[in-house]
């Protein structure tokens, strides 16, 4: 019996207020052999290779089930009535389309609700494409997984050869929903483990006083900033959102990092600020002495054996000095403050909004 954890359940609260709470990709494919002389995807096969690698991520054949109210956290339970169809789809041929057309139909895709009634998760197919490529969106509501989970499933349902052999759709039975009395009995027993660890705590005083203060000092990290300071940027979030892509090279910036020593992620976090810097200032707004706040997710994954999966992710908040013009003093502030902030970062318990990488900075 798999309960969601606390994290868990905040990554659900955030989408009955319009904030959707997923994360996903889009890829070029070189499918020619997967669609027909008419330029439609041959999706039944598709279908039947993405459905005999499921094995490899049992998540995506699993439902949140929320029980009543006194028999514990929300568990995942295996959909009763899982159909491959209902989430392996494909969009009719975007003939000759150039990426901003496929930008259009993946911000079309993704303004869809997932249905919460079956896995939380959809993948597109999108042929036609400049080239004869096809492309394919996959989205993954991130109760599912994290940035670093969500790769590692993904990388389940592709081949990682062009000639690999072709699976077997193995029978597959949905486990029944666990029974009141064994809810009440697992719950029970989670609570009593709880109450010992606590009771276990007691006995090492030294130890509560530490994680006190470290709990105390995120908190006051969070109050004392004080509210946020008065921009266009800072203003309430709505369901509307535009997809693009911003291009550069990934050697630029390790080069930048190796230069001046810092992580890549730091300059990326520095290259934000420069931008924001810019944006506000066309906009004629004051940025002399504007410093705003950024909540970067950490992955922890690499604090647990085995392959990644389900969410891990810490959070730190990061002072952007918009305020200061010169981009190495910029990058060089950034850079301490990330150094310093990641030592003290732990498991988050609610959701987070990134301003860097969606798999969180290593």
């Not at 905040?10 to 008419?38: F, H, K, R």
């Not at 719950?187 to 470290?214: D, E, F, G, S």
Request: proline fraction near 9%; include cysteine; hydrophobic fraction near 45%.
């Amino acid at each position: 019996m798999e309960r969601l954890t606390a994290q868990d359940v905040m990554t659900l609260w955030p989408d009955e207020a319009g904030w959707s709470q997923d994360i996903g990709l889009v890829a070029l494919l070189d499918a020619c052999d997967l669609v027909d002389t008419d330029g439609r995807i041959l999706l039944g096969d598709v279908q039947t290779s993405i459905e005999a690698r499921l094995p490899l991520a049992p998540r995506l054949r699993q439902v949140v089930y929320v029980p009543r109210w006194g028999l514990g956290r929300p568990l995942w339970v295996d959909a009763a009535a899982f159909d491959v169809r209902d989430h392996v789809c494909a969009v009719p041929p975007v003939h000759h389309a150039d990426e901003a057309r496929l930008l259009e139909v993946v911000e079309e895709l993704r303004r869809r609700p997932l249905d919460r009634s079956r896995p939380l998760w959809k993948m597109w197919f999108v042929p036609g494409l400049a080239g004869g490529r096809t492309a394919v969106y996959v989205r993954v509501h991130h109760v599912i997984a994290d940035g670093p989970a969500g790769v590692a499933m993904l990388g389940a349902l592709f081949d990682s050869a062009p000639d690999g052999p072709a699976p077997r759709v193995e029978p597959w039975m949905p486990a029944p929903v666990p029974a009141t009395n064994e809810l009440i009995v697992d719950n029970l027993r989670r609570r009593r483990a709880a109450a010992a660890r606590v009771l276990a705590a007691c006995t090492r005083p030294a130890t509560i006083v530490c994680r006190t203060r470290r709990a105390w000092a995120s908190v006051r990290e969070m109050v004392s900033g004080g509210r946020a300071p008065r921009c266009s940027l800072n203003r309430p979030i709505g369901a509307a959102r535009e997809f693009a892509v911003v291009r550069t090279e990934l050697a630029t910036m390790r080069r930048i990092s190796d230069r001046y020593g810092v992580k890549v992620n730091d300059v990326l976090l520095a290259v934000f600020a420069g931008g924001l810097r810019e944006l506000l200032r066309s906009r004629g707004e004051p940025v002399d002495n504007l410093e705003l706040r950024a909540v970067v997710p950490v992955s922890l994954h690499r604090e647990l054996p085995g392959p990644a999966r389900g969410n891990l992710l810490g959070q730190m908040i990061v002072p952007l000095p918009l305020w200061i013009d010169d981009p190495v003093r910029r990058l060089v502030s950034i850079a301490a403050d990330t150094a310093t902030r990641k030592r003290g970062v732990r498991p988050r318990r609610g959701p987070w909004s990134a301003a860097g990488p969606s798999g969180g900075l290593p």
